[in-house]
């Protein structure tokens, strides 16, 4: 192989890898971007589930956390009685058994369940639970925009390559006429010619997740967020208000009665 055709193979070769790293950001891009789209769709499937918490769970990390793994039954309609701890009433974010749901939005349930749990007895705040959603979803959206372009940039990278390369394999006698032999501006050509499709391919790929895929994540993620928060100002938000109200009377009841 003379240095010509060594150089159109490294060339080639390169574009070749670029264009495989191309495709891998592109589908890992894509699949964050799906992640976005179905952050929330299964909001249709929550539902309230009563249960009862004592202050020995509140106060350990692990058992909270094993305990919003395993939601029981509310402390007063269970068959095990134990009156010597003392439990609160509350209730939780769940979804059926039979309805599995994304990691993403299963997070944003056991946050927002845990922030109840530490708040029992107190008025929660609807804008601390947008909050924990906001953030985990803002947490995919970082991940999008840091991957988005990365097509690109790897086409422009493979570009300057193979023309660095097509270059390192010319005869320079040819440019200047020493000779009548232009394989080497030829293969030169052909590298650029590789190396200019990795970059239009980076390009169309950016192009295609940026203004087609993500957008309409984007809309679809913020319509159902938005059914997502009806359904806390809907059917949690009057729970907590009662709840906190009931609180309030037992407190002015015993009061009196002191």
Not at 184 to 205: N, T
Request: proline fraction near 2%; charge should be negative.
């Amino acid at each position: 192989i003379n240095m010509e055709n060594l150089g159109l193979i490294i060339a080639i070769s390169i574009v070749v890898s670029v264009v495989v790293l191309q495709f891998i950001s592109f589908f890992k891009t894509k699949q964050k971007i799906t992640e976005l789209g179905s952050l929330f769709e299964n909001v249709d499937c929550l539902f309230l589930k009563k249960t009862s918490i004592n202050s020995k769970v509140l106060q350990s990390k692990s058992l909270l956390k094993k305990f919003l793994s395993n939601i029981p039954k509310s402390h007063s309609t269970s068959e095990e009685e134990n009156d010597d701890e003392d439990y609160t009433d509350l209730s939780l974010l769940a979804v059926p058994i039979d309805k599995p749901i994304k990691k993403s939005f299963e997070v944003i349930i056991n946050r927002t369940n845990e922030y109840l749990c530490k708040n029992t007895g107190t008025s929660a705040d609807l804008s601390i639970l947008e909050d924990i959603c906001d953030n985990q979803r803002d947490s995919i959206d970082d991940e999008i925009h840091n991957s988005l372009n990365v097509p690109l940039y790897l086409g422009l990278a493979g570009t300057f390559i193979g023309i660095i390369t097509g270059v390192s394999g010319i005869d320079f006698k040819q440019i200047f006429g020493a000779t009548s032999d232009f394989t080497g501006l030829q293969h030169l050509l052909y590298g650029v010619g590789f190396a200019m499709f990795a970059s239009f391919l980076g390009l169309l790929l950016s192009v295609w997740n940026s203004t087609i895929l993500y957008k309409a994540a984007v809309v679809k993620s913020n319509k159902e967020k938005e059914e997502y928060i009806d359904f806390l100002r809907r059917e949690l938000m009057p729970l907590l208000s009662n709840s906190m109200a009931s609180s309030l009377n037992s407190l002015k009841g015993v009061l009196g009665h002191f």
